[in-house]
Nanobody, 121 residues
Framework: QVQLVESGGGLVQAGGSLRLSCVASGSYAMGWFRQAPGKEREYVAAISRSGDRLLYADFAKGRFFCSRHNKNSVYLQMNNLTPEDTAVYYC???????????????????WGRGTQVTVSS
């Protein structure tokens, strides 16, 4: 059974940074999503299984940086955070090597339980 575990969330002031980690039980193409209270799960970034292909949501470009630590884990570096970034952040894993070009959660077969990110003003 595929397992994903996110970590690194917490409380940070506006303008601060956090680095999230996601460790999987295998090697997969991965994606980061977030879900704020009362909103749908929103695509943030995606990375290939090799780590050399990256995709970002428009709001994430220039502030969020996704990278692969090793074959099983990925990071999401988040800079210049704002209160609008407050959400539970999830990583998802999908079969295949390529990052999903789609922002849909349906492209991902496995999910972690998420890590809370709270940005205070």
């Amino acid at each position: 059974q595929v397992q994903l575990v996110e970590s690194g969330g917490g409380l940070v002031q506006a303008g601060g940074s956090l680095r999230l980690s996601c460790v999987a039980s295998g090697s997969y193409a991965m994606g980061w999503f977030r879900q704020a209270p009362g909103k749908e799960r929103e695509y943030v970034a995606a990375i290939s299984r090799s780590g050399d292909r990256l995709l970002y949501a428009d709001f994430a470009k220039g502030r969020f940086f996704c990278s692969r630590h090793n074959k099983n884990s990925v990071y999401l570096q988040m800079n210049n955070l704002t209160p609008e970034d407050t959400a539970v952040y999830y990583c998802g894993a999908r079969m295949g090597d390529e990052p999903s070009p789609s922002p849909s959660t349906q492209d991902y077969s496995y999910w972690g339980r998420g890590t809370q990110v709270t940005v205070s003003s």
